[in-house]
């Protein structure tokens, strides 16, 4: 090989180069982009197919009762009515108005659920307990203390009560799994008591809690618990 | 019934001295020498019967040779032992409020002034950590239900509510009780005493709702998880609350509420009977 044939090779190599170095982050950022488009989190892919309970048309327009914080005394709790087209299917409706509960009142400062928490997913055992999976915003978010968190599951509690009376016992999940306490304190290893008058010992023996005990005669507010599933 | 301890050294000197050599080289019986081995190991062995504690069938039970934890009587009445617990700790901080205000630092002064309160008044004292450790909920439960006539009170401080009150709990009805054979489910070891937390509770609360302008005047009921396992009267406590500009304001009401705890307690203590039987329930 002459030198003319090596000076040629030598250019050609160098714009190769060139050219490679120009277009290499172009090509990164796009692979990372389109990464990102076809490869959604776990949260949001469960987000979207959970949390869009869009309302039927057909379904009729109903005055709910959403519990939020009292504007007299932010510790206790009020209800308010909304219009809701709400579903005839217990499980819609439940979606329904807890996503209400979650988007909040008009007033921010009544708000009990944290503004970033979303409904996962939720289930409802022929036994009438409802399992609510919320994402881990629930937990990381809602006020620390046993005030707060006991607003928090008792607006979650009584909501369901006054509009899906289907749902006699609630399990709070979050990201799929049972947790110690809400936010330091408030356990959750136990179901709560929904509609204290439906609320009977299930007596199937298919459930994720077996037989959670009968509820006294004189009746704990809303959202007690009644009974924790035995470690299996 | 144990019986007769033997005695390996009285015994051998038996053995050894039961044959002597004669001159002829050959061995012969020595009754003297055996006399004398029988009469020592008879002594010995009877000195070893005493030292040991064995006793003889129909004599009276003696104590025995090992340290023993002197028993209860058979009957005691009302609690011996308060169990503070200054909640979270370590990596938890609890509620956090400005000027870097820890839930987990102020119950632990608060707990200081109440055990102050409550020895001044003649109560003994434990509390699950005294430093910034973080027992876990059962490691602070273990505390109280390791003891005979105790009371727990968890110490917490919240992150809402209106400042300047307080607010005591304990747990709503639990319908699950104790298991079969009458042994108490640890998970539900709060089951026994709900009706007694909260009669503690309402004591504590009516005394904190005359200090504290705003406090309710009865025991709110809530899920605590720490009150769950704890066999024995449970109540948590919460200041409100960490969101106060100033640190010094939850400080002044640090004293009044020791107080208020040490005289709900001093009025609760002759409702606290005790079941004369070891490990019955109230």
Known sequence: MNGRWRTWLLAVLAAVVVIAAIYFPKLKRKVKTSAEISQPSEEQARRELTTATPANPADPKVQVRMFWASDEDESALSPLAVDLALSSDPVLRAKQVLNTLLAGPVNSDLRTLPADAALLAFYLLPDGTGVADFSEALGTSTPSGIQSEQRAVDSIARTLEANVPEIKRLKILIHGQEVDTLAGHLDLTQLFTVNTRAAQPPTLSYGLWPKPPATSAKSPPAATAVAKPPKR | MAGAVRN???????????????????????????????????????????????????????????????????????????????????????????????????????????????????????????????????????????????????????????????????????????????????????????????????????????????????????????????????????????????????????????????????????????????????
């Open chain 2, 8 to 282: 390996p050294e009285a015994e051998a000197r038996f053995a050894i001295l039961l044959f002597v050599r004669s001159r002829d080289g050959s061995f012969h019986f020595e009754r003297r020498i055996l006399c004398a081995a029988l009469c020592t190991a008879a002594a010995a062995s009877v000195s070893m019967m005493v030292s040991s504690g064995a006793q003889q069938p129909g004599a009276p039970i003696q104590a025995p040779p090992y340290p023993t934890v002197a028993p209860p009587p058979a009957e005691r009445t009302g609690l011996n032992v308060v169990v503070l617990d200054p909640a979270h700790g370590g990596t938890d901080p609890g509620a956090r409020g400005a000027q870097g205000i820890r839930e987990s630092d102020l119950v632990l002064d608060l707990t200081f002034l109440v055990r102050r309160a409550l020895e001044a008044q003649g109560f003994q004292v434990l509390q699950t950590r005294s430093g910034n450790q973080n027992p876990s909920f059962d490691d602070r439960s273990t505390l109280a239900n390791a003891q005979r006539g105790a009371v727990f009170v968890t110490l917490h401080i919240s992150s809402t509510g209106l400042p300047g009150t307080v607010r005591v709990y304990a747990l709503p009805e639990m319908s699950s009780r104790a298991s079969a054979g009458g042994v108490l489910s640890w998970d539900y070891a709060q089951a026994s005493y709900v009706g007694l937390s909260r009669k503690f509770g309402d004591a504590v609360q009516g005394q904190l709702a005359q200090r504290f302008k705003g406090s309710p005047r009865n025991v709110q009921t809530a899920s605590v998880r720490q009150l769950r396992t704890t066999a024995a009267p449970a109540i948590a406590v919460e200041l409100s609350s960490v969101s106060v500009q100033d640190r010094s304001d939850l400080d002044k009401m640090m004293p009044g509420v020791a107080d208020a705890i040490a005289r709900g307690l001093a009025a609760f203590r002759p409702s606290y009977v005790l079941p004369a039987e070891a490990g019955a329930q109230p």
